[in-house]
C-alpha cells in the first residue's frame, strides 16, 4: 500500500535560516504529492503540490520538487519566519489527485526562534 | 478553492453519548472524505462518502461506530457513536472531485473531547 515518510520533529530554527524538511514515499503508479501545512489551533491548509515527475510546486517561499528516482518531495525555504511555525504534513494520492483519500505522512512540527 | 464549514468547531462530550459532526460546501463535489487527527498524530482517513451510496470505510473503521450521510452533492455528516474517552481527536472533512487534478481542500475540523 501507500505510505509517507517524513522527518520526525521538532524542527527548531532560528528566523532567517534555510529550511529543509524531507519526505519520502512509497506507492504504486506516479501519485500526486502535497505539502499541507496546519497552524496551531487551525484546519489544514494546502501548501503546494506536485502532480507529475519533475513538477515543482511552490507558494509563500517554500517550494519541492518531484523526484520520481528518489521518490522524494522535500520541502524547501531559503529564508524562515516566525510566522512560519507550524506543522507540516507530505501526502500523497493516486493519480487524479482528487477522487481518493490522502495519505499522510506523520507531520513535522517547525518551531521558528526569532 | 471550495470553501468548507464543519459543525460544531469543538464539543466536550460524555463518554458512552453521540455526536453528529456537519460538513458544508459552498459548491457541488465529486467526493467527501472524513479523517480523524488523534492527538498529535497524522490524519488517518476514516471513510469516502459518496452522494446516492454507503460509504467506503477504511481498515479499522465500521460503520457501526462512525456512520456517515451523504444526502446531496454539497452536505455530509459523521457520527461518531457510543464515545469513549479514544474518541477524543480532530475530526476534518475534505472534498475533492472524481476525475480532478486538484488536491483536496480541508474545513477547520472538529475538536472532540470525551470525558
Known amino acids: 500500500g501507500n505510505s509517507v515518510t517524513q522527518m520526525e520533529g521538532p524542527v527548531t530554527l532560528s528566523e532567517e535560516a534555510f529550511l529543509t524538511i524531507n519526505c519520502t514515499y512509497t506507492?504504486?503508479?506516479?501519485?500526486?504529492l502535497f505539502w499541507y501545512v496546519q497552524y496551531p489551533g487551525e484546519g489544514l491548509q494546502l501548501l503546494l503540490k506536485a502532480t507529475k515527475a519533475d513538477d515543482k510546486g511552490s507558494n509563500k517561499g517554500f517550494e519541492a520538487t518531484y523526484r520520481k528516482e528518489t521518490t522524494s518531495f522535500h520541502l524547501e525555504k531559503g529564508s524562515v519566519q516566525v510566522s512560519d511555525s507550524a506543522v507540516y504534513f507530505c501526502?500523497?494520492?493516486?493519480?487524479?489527485?482528487?477522487?481518493?483519500?490522502?495519505?499522510f505522512g506523520k507531520g513535522t512540527h517547525l518551531i521558528i526562534q526569532p | 478553492s471550495a470553501v468548507i464549514s464543519q459543525k460544531p468547531s469543538r464539543d466536550i462530550c460524555q463518554r458512552g453519548t453521540s455526536l453528529t459532526i456537519q460538513c458544508q460546501v459552498d459548491s457541488q463535489v465529486t467526493m467527501m472524505f472524513w479523517y480523524r487527527q488523534q492527538p498529535g498524530q497524522s490524519l488517518t482517513l476514516i471513510a469516502t462518502?459518496?452522494?446516492?451510496?454507503?460509504?467506503?470505510?477504511e481498515s479499522g473503521f465500521v460503520i457501526d461506530k462512525f456512520p456517515i450521510s451523504r444526502p446531496n452533492l454539497t452536505f455530509s455528516t459523521l457520527t461518531v457513536s457510543n464515545m469513549s474517552p479514544e474518541d477524543s481527536s480532530i475530526y476534518l472533512c475534505s472534498v475533492g472531485d472524481r476525475g480532478s487534478n486538484q488536491p483536496q481542500h480541508f474545513g477547520d475540523g472538529t475538536r472532540l473531547s470525551i470525558l
Open positions: 501526502a500523497l494520492s493516486d493519480p487524479g489527485g482528487g477522487a481518493d483519500g490522502l495519505t
Open positions: 506507492a504504486t503508479g506516479y501519485p500526486s
Open positions: 462518502a459518496n452522494q446516492g451510496s454507503e460509504a467506503t470505510y
